[in-house]
């Protein structure tokens, strides 16, 4: 006789990992929009801005695969406890220096590089938890609820580091360490563990054996190396749109909320996704996606100011849960907890290893060609983005999302990563 599996909504690790998580991104979104203001406050360069986000970025690079081991073999809740205490820690060290008048570009490079750090080992273990705190029939419906956080998070984190900045510099950076105290106190009070039962299994298999696994997936192979040339370009548009928006003349504050709308769509995608997924084939959701980004992108240039920028990131944000919830159900459905951790931090550095390179790329080109003409040549990029997924053999032949998939022994503590 099988026992009925309790909502979401009941789940109660699954609530305070949410909430934690929450907590910590609003404040991660808080201090990333403060960060180019802030640069841009001390030193009046587009190029400084955009070196500092490639600096806090680059570890999205070079440590995905290191992270993903440390996740794997080391307790992931206290992977994510040490997260957050060191992040607060490196940004205590930036608001004393700026409260006392010493901050400086290398200090402020140096708190970016050790939060972007800390910040991909926190992000792989609360993935990879994620199918041992709820059941395997509801793995869908969690990363749809992980997906509502992140697009919540950026919807209402970046508006308020705008508006706290407005306040004072330090603000926004002292308010995302209360957000990482607040997320300590969550990850605390989960009673379940966080992986399986790895046994003899756990310090088994080589540095590299989930970028190994993955290569052997060609339809995730495709997918991580498609998303990682759109990471690519909006991490540089990211930058793009607050020049353009501060060339218009907006206010610190009207450059959070106009990032903050693009964040409403993230949000309405996410809620919708899970319908939206039921309805449409793996490949329609990958090649449809590239081709909206690549016809909407060309819109950006006709705004008028920034909060009808905002409008139509918003279009542009909506379409990015519906691939995030598709593709990341599917990896973490077929995917063997024991590795969980690896393979997420070898799609993690393919996928946003374009990324430290984008604010660098908007910097070089905003300084170069203007607003104007670098909006052209990303438009131009996510045009050949769309090209590729259409005409991949491996997007073509897109697997649907199996109905029943285990990758590991069942328990009652740590279901196997199954979904529907």
């Known amino acids: 006789m099988s026992t009925q599996v309790p909502p979401l909504r009941?789940?109660?690790?699954?609530?305070?990992?949410?909430?934690?998580?929450?907590?910590s991104n609003l404040g991660s979104h808080a201090s990333a929009v403060a960060y180019p203001l802030l640069v841009l406050a001390l030193t009046g360069s587009p190029a400084d801005a955009g070196l500092t986000g490639f600096v806090a970025l680059l570890p999205q690079l070079l440590l995905q695969l290191p992270a993903g081991v440390l996740v794997d073999r080391c307790n992931r809740k206290q992977v994510m406890i040490w997260a957050d205490v060191l992040r607060a820690l490196a940004l205590g060290s930036l608001v004393l220096a700026l409260l006392a008048g010493r901050l400086s570009l290398p200090h402020i490079l140096a708190v970016g590089f050790i939060e972007g750090s800390l910040a991909v080992c926190y992000r792989i273990a609360a993935a990879a938890a994620i199918p041992n705190v709820v059941h395997s029939?509801?793995?869908?419906?969690?990363?749809?609820?992980?997906?509502?956080?992140?697009?919540?998070?950026?919807?209402l984190g970046q508006p308020l580091g705008g508006l706290l900045f407005g306040l004072g510099r330090a603000v926004p950076f002292l308010f995302d360490i209360l957000t990482y105290a607040l997320s300590l106190v969550?990850?605390?009070?989960?009673?379940?563990?966080?992986?399986?039962?790895?046994?003899?299994?756990?310090?088994?298999?080589?540095f590299t054996e989930g970028l190994a696994w993955l290569w052997r997936q060609p339809f995730l192979r495709t997918t991580t190396l498609v998303v990682a040339g759109s990471n690519l370009l909006f991490g540089a548009l990211f930058l793009v749109l607050i020049v353009i928006a501060d060339d218009?003349?907006?206010?610190?504050?009207?450059?959070?909320?106009?990032?903050?709308?693009?964040?409403?769509?993230?949000?309405?995608?996410?809620?919708?996704a899970p319908a939206i997924k039921s309805h449409l084939s793996m490949r329609v959701i990958v090649v449809g996606a590239n081709w909206a980004w690549a016809l909407l992108?060309?819109?950006?240039?006709?705004?008028?100011?920034?909060?009808?920028?905002?409008?139509?990131?918003?279009?542009?944000?909506?379409?990015?849960?519906?691939?995030?919830?598709?593709?990341?159900?599917?990896?973490?459905?077929?995917?063997?907890?024991?590795?969980?951790?690896?393979?997420?931090?070898?799609?993690g550095m393919i996928a946003m290893g374009g990324v430290p390179i984008g604010p660098l790329a908007g910097g070089f080109l905003l300084e170069q060609v203007g607003a104007t003409t670098s909006l052209w040549l990303l438009a131009a990029w996510m045009l050949a983005l769309?090209?590729?997924?259409?005409?991949?053999?491996?997007?073509?032949?897109?697997?649907?999302?199996?109905?029943?998939?285990?990758?590991?022994?069942?328990?009652?503590?740590?279901?196997?990563?199954?979904a529907r």
Do not use: C
């Not at 379409?319 to 063997?336: D, E, F, K, R, V």
């Not at 109905?403 to 199954?418: E, N, R």
């Open 248 to 272: 218009l003349g907006a206010s610190p504050s009207a450059v959070g909320v106009m990032l903050g709308i693009g964040a409403v769509g993230g949000v309405l995608g996410s809620l919708l």
């Open 297 to 347: 992108l060309p819109l950006l240039l006709l705004a008028p100011g920034p909060y009808w920028i905002g409008a139509i990131f918003t279009l542009m944000s909506f379409i990015g849960p519906i691939w995030n919830i598709a593709i990341s159900s599917y990896q973490l459905a077929i995917t063997p907890d024991r590795i969980q951790g690896r393979v997420l931090g070898a799609s």
């Open 137 to 155: 029939s509801q793995l869908t419906a969690a990363m749809s609820r992980s997906e509502i956080r992140v697009r919540g998070s950026a919807m």
């Open 186 to 206: 969550t990850l605390l009070l989960i009673r379940k563990d966080l992986q399986s039962d790895r046994g003899g299994t756990r310090r088994q298999g080589g």
């Open 386 to 418: 769309a090209v590729v997924a259409t005409v991949s053999p491996s997007v073509r032949h897109a697997p649907a999302l199996p109905s029943a998939v285990t990758t590991g022994p069942q328990s009652a503590s740590a279901p196997a990563a199954a």
């Open 10 to 23: 009941r789940n109660q690790d699954f609530l305070l990992l949410w909430t934690g998580t929450a907590l």
